[in-house]
């Protein structure tokens, strides 16, 4: 049994110690000499300059004019939002007044004229076209409320009169007829017209040969062009120009039906009045369709 005592790992490393340490006492330094060493150390850091890079300085220059830029520029906007609202009353102004100026320069531009003044015929308008609605109105040939606008029924109210008073029948309201209608003229004994076209409507009273169909099974329940309910009761007839509310009576082999305008058509060619079921029922064109009757009103 060997009884050597390995020397241990550090004495290999011992001979890379410095002097001072392997001697195994470490002097201690005086103060003096570490405050000396200090401040040789410390020294240097001193005596550097700062470094500062060259851009610095126009940077703080550029950052501090945006930021007075900004607080310029921040005042006129708030000024705009605040008179915008006086802008937009200032806008509000001016385009009422020209359009008060755009209207007094149009009624200026388009007197009212006078009835009289010249005649009056499709598809005119004017205060004088008003005016003779008025008149054929209150003599209860005219079943709607003057519009100023010369059309259909204006049409065929002006007929009916001409027919009344023994006018020629053009539906043109022409110095005669106007004359007429100024002087309240009463309705003439004859039936007959003096003159004029034939017409879709029979004349004031005359009895004269029209074709009739009649319509109604598939359309109950809707609203007429007068404002009535087609039903299967409804006793009516169309008629495209005759004012709603006109009382037409038909005669057709023995039978006879008294019926009101309650809606407009018919639109077939060659046709004059279209006749509700309930009026075709009691007349006696429903087998038939399509017949020649005698009217009158």
């Not at 004495?11 to 003096?32: I, N, W």
């Not at 550029?62 to 007075?68: I, W």
């Not at 010369?150 to 023994?166: D, E, K, M, P, W």
Request: charged residues 20%; aromatic residues 6%.
């Amino acid at each position: 049994m060997s009884t050597e005592i390995s020397s241990p790992w550090w004495s290999e490393v011992e001979h890379l110690r410095p002097q001072r340490e392997s001697s195994g006492f470490v002097a201690a330094r005086p103060a003096v000499e570490r405050d000396s060493a200090t401040e040789s150390v410390r020294e240097p850091s001193r005596r550097l300059p700062v470094l500062r890079r060259p851009g610095a300085p126009k940077a703080r220059a550029l950052v501090e004019q945006r930021r007075s830029r900004g607080s310029h520029s921040l005042a006129p906007k708030t000024s705009l939002t605040l008179r915008r609202p006086d802008r937009i009353a200032a806008w509000a102004v001016m385009l009422g007044l020209v359009l008060v100026l755009t209207a007094a320069v149009s009624a200026g531009a388009a007197p009212l004229t006078k009835l009289g003044d010249r005649t009056l015929k499709k598809p005119m308008n004017g205060h004088d076209v008003k005016l003779m609605q008025g008149k054929l109105r209150r003599a209860h040939l005219l079943h709607v409320a003057p519009t100023g606008h010369f059309g259909s029924l204006t049409y065929a109210a002006v007929r009916r009169y001409q027919r009344t008073r023994c006018l020629t029948v053009d539906g043109v309201a022409g110095p005669a007829t106007i004359a007429a209608l100024r002087a309240g003229k009463r309705a003439c004994s004859s039936k007959k017209p003096s003159g004029g076209g034939r017409g879709n409507s029979g004349g004031g009273g005359a009895t004269r040969t029209r074709v009739v169909t009649w319509y109604g099974p598939g359309w109950y329940g809707r609203r007429t062009a007068c404002g009535n309910t087609l039903t299967s009761h409804l006793m009516g007839v169309a008629h495209k120009t005759l004012p709603c509310g006109t009382v037409v009576h038909f005669r057709f082999r023995g039978n006879s039906v008294t019926a009101k305008v309650v809606d407009r058509g018919p639109y077939a060619a060659g046709v004059d009045y279209d006749l509700t079921w309930a009026a075709a029922r009691k007349l006696g064109v429903i087998s038939i369709g399509r017949a020649t009757v005698r009217a009158s009103r």
